[in-house]
């Protein structure tokens, strides 16, 4: 059976789930998405997604012509029919067609988009033997230019750090903040392990509040672990005794090395592998 793609209120069959080549989510990349997971056909905090989904489309005047509560509704019926279980759904919601200039006023009809589909893994070497990263040249995105707070369909600044990393063999890389401080890398937030507290860089150093991320730090909270949200550095990353990565599609992933340089003792360490554990229970169970 096809897959049924949802495109504002109607179930198309993948093939026929077209959109406007007048779009500005595609002329422009003036929208803004979601990625998110579903476990056992269930959606893992679908509320915080829509809340951060709403919060990207208002910081960039975009209103979703839905209510929250249909559109959830909606994602959990294409989920439904499409008899996702252990699944990935993007949500995308763009600006509209509109003539062939920026102005967002002479667009109409934004796109509510929403695909549930299977999802392609990380092979399962990557979260035994851990992850080998690269710092990239390209920042992430100047707060004042375009929050990284904003899911937009604008991610070609992580995209040219994502192809840096894969030209040094590596999936992921490693964006510093403007500031020259470690921001988080290019579809995962960053976490290090250091004289047994988990640190990770605060929302205000320019990140995307990922929500793998806040689960991580509940989870670590629960079993006693001091996490602190501050500033850090290459520095910093390169003397952690651990390190590992959290994302909707990575979940939490060790890394072992970056810029060439082991992280710890070169091996996964036993809190990211407790935390591992931990993360896999709370979306399992
Ligand atoms: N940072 C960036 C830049 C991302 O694109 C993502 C993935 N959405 C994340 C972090 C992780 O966020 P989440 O845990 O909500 O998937």
Not at 125 to 130: D, L, T
Not at 206 to 234: M, N, S, W, Y
Not at 253 to 271: E, F, L, N, T, Y
Request: aromatic share 6%.
């Amino acid at each position: 059976m096809a897959l049924k793609i949802y495109i504002n209120g109607t179930l198309y069959d993948k093939e026929d789930a077209k959109i406007s080549v007048y779009d500005h989510g595609l002329l422009y990349g003036d929208g803004v998405f979601e990625g998110l997971r579903t476990y056992g056909g269930k959606v893992f905090r679908l509320e915080r997604h829509l809340d951060r989904l709403y919060e990207s489309a208002k910081a960039i005047w975009l209103q979703i012509p839905m209510t929250k509560p249909d559109l959830t509704k909606a994602v959990n019926e294409t989920v439904a029919v499409n008899n996702i279980q252990d699944g990935y759904i993007r949500l995308v919601v763009t600006r509209g067609a509109g003539s062939l200039g920026l102005d967002p006023n002479r667009t109409s009809d934004p796109q509510v988009i929403i695909i549930a589909d299977s999802i392609t893994l990380y092979p399962k070497e990557f979260y035994e033997n851990g992850l080998e990263i690269v710092s990239a040249s390209t920042i992430r995105n100047h707060p004042g230019a375009l929050s990284p707070r904003v899911k937009s369909l604008n991610y070609l600044n992580n995209i040219l750090a994502k192809i840096e990393g894969l030209q040094a063999g590596c999936v992921e890389a490693l964006m510093l903040n403007h500031n020259g401080q470690i921001a988080e890398c290019t579809g995962d937030n960053i976490f290090l392990v250091s004289r047994g507290e988990l640190l990770t860089p605060p929302i205000d150093a320019g990140i995307l509040q990922g929500i793998t991320r806040d689960a991580v730090i509940e989870l670590a909270r629960q079993d006693g672990l001091t996490v602190r949200e501050i500033p850090l550095t290459k520095h910093d990353v390169y003397i952690s005794d651990e390190c590992f990565l959290t994302g909707s599609a990575a979940e939490v992933i060790p890394v072992v090395k970056v810029d060439s340089r082991p992280i710890g003792d070169g091996q996964p360490g036993a809190i990211t592998r407790k935390l591992i554990t931990r993360f896999h229970e709370l979306t399992r169970s």
